[in-house]
């Protein structure tokens, strides 16, 4: 789909959307969130782009595996699933963590108040156990930095309370690729506890070779009230990956001739990684008059080894090596008062809190041989006890008086990053480093009338690199890259939202000017070191679109345009001059999602989505070639039967239903070009399911 083809599709939905076609029958389309906030509020009244999506998009006709399935409809996020569970998903909000080479950077993930990132910034999407989310809220945009260090965007997603009669399930599904999930739960509540117990196994053979995986979740949950003015959560959740195979990127050569091929050195070394996660949490909310208390703490432990394909011989698998291996000890917690202002006019909320977080990484490398014999634990080439911790303080006020609603506060966010070198025959790469800023936000909204609000919104933020990107200097220097330093952004936001009978639309244009962007100054033998950039770019605007058309039809729209340039030259690599006016990589200009859903009958609902993506560049320079824009459509459909205490269900899903070959993700700046990670050709999945309820 080119662009004119991709705007005429806009086009047609909002046109679909109009008031004229729309009946009485209502539709959520103000969900309340706490994101932001910090407190319950609806989308609609806060100032500032926040979506929530509900447990019904999150499940209906989905497969519950990736968090992509639920996100591709929010506007300025790009959602790219790497088809390689070694390397989780590739998400990015208005352009933050677009370079990351695997996980998720720049964006905050928070599971149930438990940080999914670390303080450093690097986290996991693949913790979130999509099967017993309540909801996921996502804010973007200048008040997210109220959420420290590394929050270009918040991703935050909340569990369901065991609530009813108790019930049981079990499900199981099939599909292309070898895919198989069987998925067992109970919940409900009893004796005024509620609780979730839920556990799942996914295998799949991988679009690609080499890139099969296993993956086991576990989760359960306890929630009741010690009395009348409080409440308790208890969360435990796992993730176990062993042996997850690792099919590295492609060259462009290499994906045009086979888009399921793998590079040689992937099958030659064996590339694989296994994870052991696990994690314990509390939530406690307590009444105190007027005000409300709430305290949440963790702690959990995070297991992982990877087998890299660094060559042997090459000075990165001599000095650090090619198998990468630590276990992580993280815990940490909040604190939060609540206290409405009753003197003043309006409804005025001041909000303070402390949020605490560490991790303690045991880390070691070892060569990725032993004599002859390749993609094995060789010889120990590092040993260091990397500690990131993180303590912010912060004060924010909520404010409706009116027609104005006014939210401002400031964070004081410190990341601090230590390292032990405890192997020192090729010196001491011990030091420490610490990052500290303020970050103030503040955003102000009109409300028109009541079913049209405007919008301002500011603030300012900064990126720390994450430990992987310091580990290496630049060039052949050995230990870390203590010289970086973070990246620091100044962001505006413009928005409306409005309510028209059965259609909700929300717009915001957008700029955010960075200074030391972060970015790739080598890639090389398998070490990737970093540098700052100068400024950057990013001009941008989204638009949102949700619809209840008829009583049997609904339509969603998620739109995004985003200009993200570098706005200084700069030379990376100490050779390679990148120009102002060049594109960052990674992010794409132009996604669209839309989505028809028909829903003819209770028990029936069948949706078709479409998404499209402009090219994306995949390097500083743009020179190299760019992975080209493409269009997707899946169909979607789910059947529900209830007889007495049973309820069965059964889904079908075909994916890529034009059978269009295209690249789904990009590695940013890959040293050995391989650039690019084909996405499945036309995939079918099938499922069912049966729940009793006592």
Not at 149 to 165: L, Y
Not at 182 to 202: I, K, Q
């Amino acid at each position: 789909m080119n662009t004119i083809a991709s705007t005429r599709l806009a086009l047609l939905l909002l046109g679909l959307s109009t008031p004229a076609l729309a009946d009485d029958t209502p539709l959520i389309l103000d969900p309340s969130v706490v994101t932001g906030s910090r407190s319950a509020s609806p989308t609609f009244d806060l100032p500032y782009s926040v979506d929530g999506i509900s447990r019904e998009q999150i499940s209906d006709g989905q497969l519950g595996i990736n968090a992509s399935e639920a996100l591709a409809r929010v506007p300025g996020l790009v959602v790219q699933n790497r088809q390689n569970y070694a390397q989780d998903l590739q998400i990015s909000s208005r352009g933050f963590g677009a370079r990351s080479a695997f996980g998720v950077r720049g964006i905050k993930l928070i599971a149930d108040g438990i940080p999914a990132s670390t303080p450093d910034g690097q986290g996991q999407a693949a913790t979130f156990n999509l099967d017993t989310a309540e909801r996921i809220e996502v804010l973007r945009g200048p008040a997210a930095t109220l959420y420290g260090s590394n929050a270009g965007g918040v991703i935050q997603m909340f569990s369901r309370d065991g609530e009813g009669p108790p019930r049981i399930g079990a499900e199981t599904l099939v599909g292309s690729d070898g895919l198989n999930k069987n998925h067992l739960t109970a919940e409900g509540a009893a004796n005024g506890a509620g609780f979730v117990l839920d556990a799942s196994r996914m295998d799949t053979n991988g679009y690609r070779d080499h890139s099969s995986a296993r993956r086991d979740q576990t989760f359960a949950k306890l929630n009741f009230q010690p009395d009348d003015d409080s409440k308790l959560a208890l969360i435990y959740s796992s993730l176990e990956q062993n042996g997850t195979q690792d099919p590295l990127g492609q060259t462009w050569a290499a994906y045009k001739a086979d888009p399921r091929s793998v590079s040689t050195n992937a099958l030659t070394y064996n590339t694989r990684k296994s994870i052991d996660h696990q994690q314990l949490g509390m939530n406690y909310e307590r009444y105190i008059g007027d005000a409300t208390l709430q305290v949440n703490a963790y702690t959990g432990r995070r297991s992982v080894i990877q087998y890299l394909s660094i060559p042997k011989g090459t000075p990165a698998n001599e000095r650090g090596g090619g198998v990468v291996q630590f276990d992580r000890k993280f815990y940490g917690g909040s604190v939060r008062w609540m206290q409405p202002i009753e003197s003043a006019p309006g409804e005025l909320m001041i909000i303070t809190g402390l949020d605490f977080d560490q991790s303690e990484d045991s880390r070691h490398g070892y060569q990725n041989y032993s004599g002859n014999t390749l993609g094995v634990k060789g010889q120990l080439r590092r040993d260091e006890i990397d500690t990131a911790r993180s303590l912010d303080p912060y004060i924010q006020a909520n404010w409706a008086l009116d027609r104005w609603t006014l939210q401002a506060g400031v964070r004081h966010s410190t990341m601090e990053l230590d390292v032990d070198d405890q192997f020192l025959s090729n010196g001491d790469s011990s030091g420490n480093k610490t990052y500290q800023k303020n970050t103030p936000s503040m955003s102000v909204m009109y409300a028109f009338t009541p079913q049209l609000h405007g919008y301002v919104s500011a603030g300012k933020g900064f990126e720390t690199p994450t430990q992987a990107e310091l580990a290496y200097a630049p060039g052949s220097i050995e230990g870390f890259n203590f010289g970086l330093k973070p990246s620091e952004s100044t962001q505006y936001e413009v928005g409306l939202k409005a309510q028209l009978n059965n259609t909700r639309i929300n717009a915001a244009i957008f700029q955010i000017t960075t200074e030391d962007e972060l970015v790739v100054y080598q890639s090389l033998g398998g070490r990737t070191s970093y540098q700052n950039a100068g400024r950057t770019l990013r001009r941008g605007f989204e638009l949102g679109v949700e619809s209840q058309l008829s009583e049997q039809w609904t339509a969603n729209l998620a739109y995004t345009r985003l200009q993200a340039t570098y706005d200084s030259d700069f030379v990376s690599g100490g050779s390679t001059a990148v120009d102002k006016g060049n594109y960052l990589p990674g992010v794409p200009q132009t996604t669209l999602f839309a989505e028809l859903n028909w829903k003819p009958r209770d028990w029936v609902s069948t949706a078709i989505e479409g998404l499209y993506r402009s090219k994306v560049y995949v390097e500083d320079t743009n020179s190299q070639r760019a992975a080209p824009a493409y269009s997707v459509f899946n169909w979607r459909a789910r059947f529900e039967q209830k007889v007495e205490h049973w309820t069965f269900h059964q889904t079908l899903r075909l994916d890529n239903l034009l059978d269009r070959q295209y690249v789904g993700s990009v590695i940013v700046g890959d040293g050995n070009n391989r650039y690019y990670e084909a996405a499945p050709g036309r995939s079918w999945y099938a499922g069912a399911g049966a729940e009793y309820q006592f």
